[in-house]
């Protein structure tokens, strides 16, 4: 978040917004405090004792002290959930992507920063609950000799505790994007957001530290002797040889020693886990934002110029949920959306409005019809002539045309070149991004293409019959581009009418270098034979779903996108007196019913169209998962918006006859 810090919106809104999560944090843990207190030295042989006790106990020196060191703990919790979070969250399609990600210089700086707050929080902890925890040392008991200090093995496990829960606390939330905030579906106050996840949070807390102390009890039992032996060296304590030793089994049965652990561990979590629920409602809050501005120095706050922006990715959310919003329930905004600039009379507010929105969806097409085409190719080479290969050469086309149509310049002022997206970047041209990164297939070039594709896109001899213009309608040419050329007259004319050149003399080839060729050779001898080890095979085997996953990644702004353009076009059939809104619905509709057909076809791959399993009882959010089904179901809806509104008047809408004729299943309540 460092290099976002030069936003106006970050610095206004969300470091304030932060700063809030946290100081209701802070707020909050005095009451959780005493819970614990009360938890710990409770007796229900002796209430009125215990009540005094707690009293005594939470008025004293030791415990206000303790309770500045969690106040410091929980400011950094916050920094730290405010320095990684994200709203597209990082999605690992194998084992060894995940591994990756857990040796990351980046998560074991977090981890270590963890574990030192984990001493710290049960440190505090131990000293709240007092006895035999209070202290490290206590004074050994000899007959003579000068005094010795022995090492108290009850406070050093709970110290110990402490550093274990902390680190896997973070090595969690590296597994289940604990730092990924998702955006609600219904708007509620921050109240009872708070409200309505307190009981999910206890739970959590509780579940969790319950199977961290299980996991410590094991490692302390067999690895326990190692930080034992250094504290002693290192502090010079001694051991008492008439106390029991906690690294065995009848030193770990302890039911009290068990319970402190855990409730120390439970009182962790939910502090942590508090401190990141509130930056999840903060953060997650709505923001409006102006339409359009009298003064120059904030154009660059208003909608049209934020919806434009392609950092930081939380501005675009936002935005895009502004701009769903404010389509469906502020009739007042909508009428500067559809009003015209003056002096010149031109729909600015919504050129640039439905732009982005088309773009975004435009990309999102882009990037599942070429996750398509790696995926169907497999890396076997197919027959030109089959059936199958002329439906997908023929669909591949039909996408990629009405593409170019729909981002193509027209008499309206749209802009024939699509934007760069924060979210999804466009195959051809533009720098991948780590979400299209994996599913963009291999060059010509490269050792890991497949031979098929070499031989398809080899130049071609003048004597073949390949060459020249084809005739016959079941032999059809594969571009060597990812994106199949259109033969629509519109581009550039027909293929039969252009001249083909002929080739010049064939030049000699220049041989090959030894050394590269043997090296290329010997690499491909080492991946043949990893690639038949299992535990190789394991780690760099695709996970089923998280491809298709990490695709969707960033489709909660699709929705909010298709939500926008659909309730404005609705919104459009009464309220827009100037007609801007008729002049784009051709693109609209083309935009929409191309990502339908996209959509289709990637949910009748493997494991696509396979809900996962609802998760319970974790902080983890795994709205993502769904995310595909929602984004299905939001554009089926927002095309079903269109067509029942306008109704037949669609027909007088110009559009290609594929388009045409799915947009008459719509009409007709089909789909």
């Known amino acids: 978040m460092f290099s976002d810090q030069t936003c106006w919106f970050v610095r206004k809104v969300i470091c304030w917004r932060a700063a809030a999560s946290i100081a209701w944090a802070v707020l909050l843990l005095p009451p959780t405090t005493a819970v614990f207190v009360i938890l710990s030295r409770f007796s229900p042989l002796l209430p009125i004792k215990t009540i005094s006790e707690c009293l005594s106990v939470m008025t004293s020196t030791s415990t206000i002290f303790s309770f500045v060191l969690l106040c410091a703990v929980t400011v950094m919790v916050g920094f730290l959930i405010f320095e990684y979070y994200t709203v597209v969250p990082s999605i690992a399609c194998s084992k060894i992507a995940l591994l990756a990600q857990l040796l990351h210089p980046r998560h074991i700086v977090n981890s270590l920063v963890h574990c030192v707050m984990g001493i710290i929080v049960a440190w505090c902890a131990a000293v709240t609950i007092g006895g035999r925890y209070e202290m490290l040392g206590y004074p050994c008991a000899q007959s003579e000799g000068p005094t010795q200090v022995c090492l108290n093995e009850y406070h050093l496990v709970l110290c110990l505790a402490g550093a274990f829960v902390g680190f896997s606390h973070s090595l969690f939330g590296v597994i289940h994007n604990i730092n990924y905030v998702s955006f609600h579906v219904v708007q509620q106050y921050k109240y009872l957001r708070f ?169 999102l097409t882009q990037r599942l019809v070429a996750y398509h085409d790696s995926v169907a190719t497999n890396g076997r080479a197919k027959s030109l002539s089959t059936g199958s290969e002329r439906k997908s050469s023929s669909e591949t086309s039909t996408v990629s045309s009405g593409l170019e149509d729909v981002m193509s310049p027209r008499p309206t002022t749209f802009l024939s070149k699509t934007p ?18 994996p599913f963009t297939p291999p060059s010509l070039d490269s050792p890991f293409a497949w031979s098929g594709l070499r031989r398809l896109t080899a130049p071609v001899d003048q004597g073949s019959p390949w060459h020249g213009a084809v005739q016959s309608p079941h032999v059809m040419r594969r571009a060597p581009k990812l994106w199949s050329t259109s033969t629509d007259s519109q581009l550039s ?112 791959l493997p494991h696509a169209s396979t809900k996962p399993v609802r998760t319970t009882g974790s902080m983890g959010d795994s709205a993502y998962k769904t995310l595909r089904f929602a984004l299905r179901a939001a554009l089926k809806t927002a095309i079903y918006r269109i067509t029942t509104t306008f109704g037949d008047h669609l027909n007088a809408v110009h559009m290609s006859a594929d388009h045409r004729k799915r947009l008459q299943h719509f009409l007709h309540y089909k789909e």
């Open 420 to 437: 760069a997206s924060v979210f999804a970047p466009s195959v051809g041209g533009v720098a991948q991004s780590p979400l299209t990164a």
């Open 493 to 604: 004319g027909s293929l039969e009418s252009s001249p083909v050149p002929l080739p010049g003399p064939k030049q000699d080839a220049p041989k090959p270098n030894l050394l590269a060729q043997f090296l290329h050779n010997r690499k491909e001898q080492v991946k043949t034979y990893l690639s038949k080890r299992v535990l190789i095979a394991y780690l760099f085997n695709k996970l089923p779903e998280a491809s298709s996953e990490a695709l969707f990644a960033d489709s909660q702004a699709h929705i909010w996108a298709l939500e926008g353009l659909s309730y404005l076009v609705q919104a459009s059939f009464s309220e827009d007196h100037f007609g801007v809104v008729q002049t784009a619905l051709p693109s609209i509709l083309s935009c929409m019913l191309l990502l339908q057909e996209a959509v289709d076809r990637h949910f009748k």
């Open 195 to 363: 409200k309505s996840s307190l009981p999910l949070v206890v739970k959590c807390s509780a579940t969790q530290a319950l199977y961290s102390v299980r996991n410590y009890i094991i490692v302390y039992f067999f690895l326990g002797y190692i930080p034992r032996e250094w504290i002693c060296k290192t502090f010079h304590l001694h051991r008492d040889s008439s106390a029991h030793r906690l690294d065995t089994i009848a030193g770990l049965l302890d039911l009290s020693l068990l319970y402190h652990l855990w409730i120390s561990a439970t009182f962790l979590l939910f502090s942590w886990y508090i401190t990141l629920l509130l930056f999840r409602i903060f953060v997650t809050e709505g923001y409006i934002f102006p339409v359009q501005s009298s003064f120059t120095e904030d154009v660059h706050q208003c909608l049209p110029k934020v919806l434009s922006e392609p950092q930081p990715a939380i501005l675009k959310f936002l935005a895009l949920q502004d701009l769903a919003l404010l389509s469906q329930h502020s009739p007042p905004r909508r009428f500067e959306v559809f009003s015209l600039s003056q002096p010149g009379g031109h729909p600015h507010n919504w050129n640039s409005i439905s732009r982005e929105c088309l773009s975004l969806l435009a990309d």
